[in-house]
């Protein structure tokens, strides 16, 4: 890491984890809003971890605000999250890229009802699909989402995504073209995220219990259980309630300053068991 600072720390379609990181962490519009285009240059580092090895790649003179990264087949796909209208992009809460190439993007609700000039913003439906080059492949006309919380992108076939105000946890199946969504209800209020294999759904806890998890099963198809409240600490037995997450797959991401925590379901149920 050097002097740089951590942005993001997200799972791959490859199972590898990319942290994004910056050499210095640009300034606020009057103190409050994020800045799209920046007023000099600074440069990005992406780590590549995977369990044997960590590959650095440096970008260097770079413009603009950058928040997320993915891969992109042989490439990195680095996605600025908020924006001045200017063009097509907007407020983006999260972004997962499958294998093939599809690039999820989920929206906030600045992202959704627009602001700072925009009139129809492009992420007003709450969840899209691209493909590499931007066309649109998939938008979200089943869920009435004012805020996407959380989104899983398992593969092609199989997406999960978690929306205000239903607090409903939705199933995109069957890709893109001929896709159906089937929804259900977790019972659990403002979730940041959630892991799943299919049958087991691993939730941050919500509203006033960020930081701990709800281990869940779907014991019937479209209804969950009440659920199992787990708690995770850090090799100091301390708990790990301040770390950043990320969710993809069943896979559970936590990073908390310059270390990198992983968890499956399958290991967590395995444990519990």
């Not at 997320?68 to 890229?97: E, F, K, M, W």
């Not at 977790?186 to 087991?200: A, E, K, V």
Request: hydrophobic share 35%; aromatic share 14%; proline share 2%.
């Amino acid at each position: 890491m050097g002097d740089f600072k951590i942005v993001s720390t997200q799972w791959g379609s490859d199972g590898k984890v990319y942290v994004l990181l910056i050499n210095q962490v640009p300034e606020r519009e009057r103190d409050m809003f994020v800045q799209t285009h920046l007023n000099q240059t600074y440069t990005y580092k992406v780590l590549i971890v995977s369990e044997k090895h960590v590959e650095e790649v440096v970008i260097w003179g770079q413009t603009y605000n950058y928040h997320y990264v993915q891969p992109l087949h042989d490439h990195l796909l680095l996605v600025g999250a908020r924006c001045t209208y200017y063009g097509n992009g907007d407020g983006i809460q999260s972004v997962q890229v499958t294998a093939n190439g599809t690039i999820w993007t989920s929206y906030f609700d600045e992202g959704i009802f627009g602001n700072y000039g925009w009139s129809d913003p492009i992420g007003s439906c709450g969840l899209l699909a691209w493909d590499e080059q931007g066309n649109k492949l998939y938008e979200n006309r089943e869920a009435d989402i004012a805020d996407c919380y959380a989104l899983n992108v398992v593969n092609e076939d199989q997406v999960w995504f978690y929306y205000y105000t239903d607090f409903e946890l939705g199933c995109i199946s069957g890709g893109t073209v001929d896709s159906k969504v089937t929804f259900v209800k977790p019972n659990i209020s403002g979730s940041s995220g959630f892991s799943t294999d299919g049958y087991h759904f691993l939730f941050d806890a919500g509203y006033g219990k960020h930081g701990t998890f709800v281990l869940k099963k779907m014991d019937k198809p479209g209804r969950l259980t009440k659920g199992q409240k787990i708690e995770l600490v850090n090799e100091a037995n301390k708990p790990l309630k301040q770390a950043r997450q990320d969710f993809r797959e069943q896979r559970l991401l936590l990073s908390e300053e310059n270390l990198l925590y992983q968890l499956t379901i399958e290991e967590l149920v395995y444990r519990l068991d």
